[in-house]
């Protein structure tokens, strides 16, 4: 029974359709579970008798999609044969696209990747011959993984910008005669899922990381550019076209009219602008300009650094890098207090390619919050630095594909 049509969503009305509901949802309550199960536990759970269960069961066992996993010890009595999800006949490709980074993992049902590739010298571009290199480089990852079609329920692409994650359209890019989610499906002949980048990181958090069974939660996502998603009430929100959290473009009052900054929405000033990678970049210049000295960071290579180079200072202690760091963390934090008055979470999560400088940044961060945020608001929210690592883009994707599918708990 090939995953592709076992995951899909079936058209009620006769009696096959039903079993075929009814055995999705025994793979779904068998992903989630961290024992084995036996037959009557199942028939319990899908609210169906047992001769009806014992028949999908075996059905699900022939088709290799659940095993045997020994019996069950009783003081008296037959012992019940456990059954659990089959491991290795589940994965999902997750793909992490950002402006200069292609990330691509295949990850097991139970989040163990068993191939991953990544390329830093991928430029995002508008381009039909862009769109085909991401095609070909999933194709191929796949390939190399030595994983069949037919044991790969799903991609799920975590992608920068403004995506519209109902109907995995993009606002900037690949808008063909058809949408970038069903050109990959055709080509690819898996079923896809696309959404902003920072929103899969979210789902990553509360399946994988200190947001699970949290509430409110805001995920920050601070890498070159500034993302956020938002948890409320343990559901992601989305808003009604799928481009809620467009944090980086709120406005922040600049009182410098001379370092002014146009973001890429076309608008000025925008938060993004102040607080990113791409922003921490750009300061590096105006003080380098203005003479500011550092001991790693000198004047005649400015054009040359990136803001990891800003980063490594900072672990090394450079004077400059550091305030340049807590300048940005200040300023998130004076933003972040206003999302505490207004939505009152229980915790908010740093993540990124920032969670490399530790306290450095969060403690500027919490310094800022104090600035606007509501006093008895702010000591009911934990702030926290992300534990999953800078690298969790592309298990993300797989993240946000198996959480689609309701195969995980969360």
Same mark, same amino acid.
Do not use: W
């Given at each position: 029974?090939?995953?592709? =049509?076992?995951l899909?969503?079936?058209?009620?009305?006769n009696?096959r359709?039903r079993?075929?509901n009814?055995q999705?949802?025994?793979i779904?309550?068998?992903?989630?579970?961290?024992?084995?199960?036996?037959?009557?536990?199942?028939a319990k759970?899908?609210?169906?008798?047992?001769p009806? +269960?014992t028949?999908m069961?075996k059905?699900?066992?022939?088709s290799?999609?659940i095993? @045997?996993e020994?019996? #069950?010890?009783?003081d008296?009595?037959? #012992?019940p044969?456990l059954?659990?999800i089959n491991l290795?006949?589940?994965? !999902?490709?997750?793909v @992490?696209?950002l402006?200069?980074f292609?990330?691509?993992?295949i990850v097991?049902?139970?989040? @163990?990747? !068993?191939y991953?590739?990544f390329?830093r010298e991928? #430029?995002?571009?508008?381009?039909?011959?862009?769109?085909?290199y991401i #095609?070909?480089? +999933?194709?191929?990852?796949?390939?190399?993984?030595g994983?069949?079609?037919?044991?790969?329920?799903?991609i799920g692409i975590?992608m920068?910008?403004?995506?519209?994650?109902?109907?995995?359209?993009?606002?900037?890019f690949?808008n063909?005669? !058809?949408?970038?989610k069903t050109f990959?499906?055709?080509?690819?002949?898996?079923? !896809?899922r696309?959404?902003?980048?920072?929103r899969?990181?979210? +789902?990553?958090e509360q399946?994988?990381?200190?947001?699970?069974?949290v509430?409110?939660v805001?995920?920050?996502k601070v890498s070159?550019s500034?993302?956020?998603s938002?948890?409320?009430?343990?559901?992601?929100?989305m808003?009604?076209v799928?481009?809620a959290?467009n944090?980086a473009?709120?406005?922040?009052?600049?009182?410098?009219? @001379?370092d002014s900054?146009l973001c890429t929405c076309?608008?000025?000033?925008c938060l993004?602008?102040?607080?990113?990678?791409?922003?921490?970049?750009?300061?590096?210049?105006?003080?380098?300009?203005?003479?500011?000295q550092s001991?790693y960071?000198?004047?005649?290579?400015k054009d040359n650094?990136?803001?990891?180079?800003?980063?490594?200072?900072?672990? =090394?202690?450079?004077?400059l890098?550091?305030d340049l760091?807590q300048?940005?963390?200040d300023k998130l934090?004076?933003a972040?207090?206003?999302?505490?008055?207004?939505?009152n979470?229980?915790?908010i999560l740093?993540?990124?390619?920032?969670?490399m400088?530790?306290?450095f940044f969060?403690?500027?961060i919490?310094m800022?919050?104090?600035k606007?945020a509501?006093?008895?608001?702010m000591?009911s929210?934990?702030?926290k630095?992300s534990?999953l690592?800078?690298y969790l883009?592309?298990?993300?994707?797989?993240?946000?594909?198996?959480?689609?599918c309701?195969?995980?708990?969360?």
């Amino acid at each position: 029974m090939g995953k592709l =049509k076992f995951l899909s969503k079936y058209q009620h009305g006769n009696l096959r359709n039903r079993q075929l509901n009814q055995q999705l949802d025994i793979i779904r309550y068998l992903s989630k579970s961290k024992t084995g199960r036996s037959i009557p536990e199942i028939a319990k759970h899908i609210k169906s008798s047992v001769p009806t +269960i014992t028949k999908m069961v075996k059905e699900l066992f022939d088709s290799k999609c659940i095993i @045997e996993e020994g019996k #069950r010890a009783t003081d008296n009595g037959r #012992r019940p044969t456990l059954y659990a999800i089959n491991l290795e006949n589940f994965y !999902v490709v997750g793909v @992490e696209i950002l402006s200069k980074f292609i990330h691509v993992s295949i990850v097991r049902i139970d989040f @163990e990747t !068993v191939y991953k590739e990544f390329n830093r010298e991928f #430029r995002l571009e508008d381009t039909d011959e862009c769109l085909h290199y991401i #095609r070909d480089y +999933i194709h191929n990852a796949i390939q190399q993984s030595g994983i069949k079609n037919e044991k790969i329920i799903g991609i799920g692409i975590g992608m920068r910008g403004d995506v519209n994650g109902h109907t995995g359209e993009h606002s900037r890019f690949f808008n063909r005669f !058809v949408s970038f989610k069903t050109f990959l499906e055709q080509e690819l002949k898996l079923p !896809v899922r696309v959404d902003n980048d920072t929103r899969s990181i979210g +789902i990553a958090e509360q399946i994988l990381g200190q947001a699970k069974g949290v509430g409110n939660v805001l995920v920050i996502k601070v890498s070159r550019s500034l993302g956020l998603s938002i948890i409320l009430n343990k559901t992601m929100i989305m808003g009604s076209v799928g481009f809620a959290g467009n944090f980086a473009h709120t406005q922040f009052l600049n009182n410098d009219v @001379e370092d002014s900054r146009l973001c890429t929405c076309g608008k000025m000033d925008c938060l993004g602008t102040v607080v990113s990678g791409e922003a921490l970049q750009n300061d590096l210049i105006n003080a380098l300009n203005n003479n500011r000295q550092s001991i790693y960071l000198k004047r005649e290579n400015k054009d040359n650094y990136q803001y990891h180079d800003v980063l490594d200072a900072v672990l =090394k202690g450079d004077a400059l890098a550091i305030d340049l760091l807590q300048i940005q963390g200040d300023k998130l934090g004076q933003a972040l207090g206003n999302l505490i008055n207004l939505l009152n979470p229980d915790l908010i999560l740093i993540g990124g390619e920032f969670v490399m400088v530790e306290d450095f940044f969060i403690d500027s961060i919490k310094m800022g919050i104090k600035k606007t945020a509501l006093v008895d608001a702010m000591l009911s929210c934990k702030i926290k630095l992300s534990d999953l690592g800078r690298y969790l883009g592309s298990k993300a994707g797989a993240c946000m594909l198996l959480k689609a599918c309701d195969l995980v708990e969360y």
